[in-house]
């Protein structure tokens, strides 16, 4: 199995004033099409110091993808450290200075001369099409490795980075790569893994992969095979697997979030959905109004900080509120309710909670959050404890009330 290393390249990166999401995008795409990435160096503007990353990351990759560098201005040294370590001059390439010269007219602007530098590439190298700048991209192969240097600017590089796919994998070894994606809430990463065991082993094809992000789990099943008709096979066989394993911790697959999954429930099932929020400020009627074609089953959101406010707006009794405190199991069933029933909805959310971080105490301590489901048949309430800073718990605790009510369709 080929494996890749990525070498991002900028001072920006390492003054911490850019953060490295080049790394990121490109160690997942490549991953999903069956190219591990072993190591990420991250280096300066300097053409030593960059000859001497990717000589490392040449020990451990047979792919070396770096990303940044290729601007021109005098600190984009890239092109000139690459030809330094493939032991070339860089060469004027004039079907690239017509396409540098031809997007500057295209965009109406007068071509600085700065920019013909971007022309050169290193003697006996390919030029990668920029479809969205003026930096063409460099690919070249030296004693079986591939070498490939990209643009810093995200969108440039993502771009040039689909463009470039098909030769990534064909150089990987022409082997069909089937990736599926399942999306799970409710256990934590080190949970999903204990339950799946030696699925998860590195160097198991198919592959086992997961993510983390706000308390969703991604899991990437990819699996890799000469043959395509049995690589799916492979991915569809481990998918039924997890599925049977994981039970409802799997909410869905792809992109899917879960907003989407409860509102293509609600609308299949013809039901509605108001909400009740404290400590989330709106966040949730945000995700869940954030799906296209939400005015179907979201009817009503009410944000109530205020204990007047849960009890001119929804009804809370003064004393519920007096007796057992905004932030209690008792209030966030009342919030739930009364929103069902101002709402005139089928189902409703109400939650109430210490976001932080202040306002804890030792009985109710910052990160405490009752989230409560009503609806005909029950008002269901539970009670959280989020250990994070405020904007984590708040995205938690909404995630987790949208999953309390995906359970609850
Ligand atoms: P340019 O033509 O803009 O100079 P370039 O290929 O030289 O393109 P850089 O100058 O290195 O790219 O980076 C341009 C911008 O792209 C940076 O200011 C930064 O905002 C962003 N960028 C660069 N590298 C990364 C990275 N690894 N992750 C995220 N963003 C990045």
Redesign the pocket.
């Known amino acids: 199995m080929k494996k890749a290393t990525i070498v991002?390249?900028?001072n920006?990166?390492l003054s911490g004033?850019?953060?490295?999401?080049?790394?990121?995008?490109l160690a997942a795409q490549l991953l999903s099409i069956g190219i591990p990435v072993t190591g990420v160096y991250?280096v300066g503007?300097d053409i030593d110091l960059i000859v001497h990353k990717i000589r490392l990351a040449g020990d451990d990759g047979d792919i070396i993808i770096s990303?940044?560098?290729?601007?021109?201005?005098d600190?984009?040294v890239?092109r000139q450290a690459v030809a330094k370590f493939l032991g070339v001059e860089l060469v004027l390439r004039n079907e690239l200075m017509n396409q540098i010269s031809g997007y500057f007219t295209a965009h109406n602007l007068q071509m600085p001369a700065k920019n013909i530098i971007?022309a050169y590439i290193p003697a006996g190298a390919e030029a990668i099409e920029n479809q969205c700048?003026?930096?063409p991209g460099i690919m070249a192969r030296s004693n079986g490795t591939l070498y490939i240097a990209?643009?810093?600017?995200?969108t440039?590089?993502k771009e040039m980075f689909i463009h470039i796919t098909p030769q990534l994998r064909e150089f990987a070894g022409g082997q069909a790569v089937i990736s599926k994606t399942l999306k799970c809430f409710g256990a934590g990463e080190s949970v999903i893994a204990g339950m799946l065991g030696d699925m998860m082993q590195r160097g198991r094809n198919p592959l086992i992969n997961c993510t983390v992000e706000n308390g969703v789990v991604t899991l990437y099943v990819i699996a890799s095979h000469k043959d395509s008709e049995t690589a799916e096979q492979m991915a569809q066989t481990d998918v039924q697997f997890l599925k049977n394993k994981l039970g409802d911790i799997i909410y869905g697959h792809d992109r899917q979030t879960l907003a989407e999954v409860i509102g293509e429930k609600l609308t299949h099932l013809g039901k509605t959905v108001a909400t009740a929020e404290s400590c989330t400020g709106g966040l949730i009627a945000k995700l869940i109004t954030d799906i296209s074609g939400s005015s179907k089953y979201f009817l009503q959101g009410w944000v109530t900080y205020s204990n007047k406010a849960k009890s001119a707006q929804l009804g809370v009794p003064a004393e519920l509120i007096e007796k057992y405190g905004a932030v209690s199991e008792q209030v966030a069933s009342a919030m739930a309710k009364g929103a069902r029933d101002m709402a005139g909805a089928d189902y409703a959310i109400g939650i109430t909670g210490i976001a932080g971080p202040t306002g804890g105490t030792e009985e109710k301590p910052t990160g405490l959050v009752y989230i409560s489901i009503a609806c005909d048949k029950f008002i269901k309430t539970e009670r959280f404890v989020f250990r994070s800073d405020r904007a984590a718990v708040r995205i938690r605790a909404a995630q987790t009330a949208l999953n309390m009510l995906r359970k609850a369709l």
Do not use: F, H, K, W
């Open positions: 991002s390249i900028g920006e990166l004033r850019t953060v490295d999401t080049n790394a990121a995008y991250t503007d990303t940044g560098g290729l601007g021109p201005t600190d984009d890239t971007q700048g003026t930096a990209m643009p810093g600017v995200p440039e590089m």
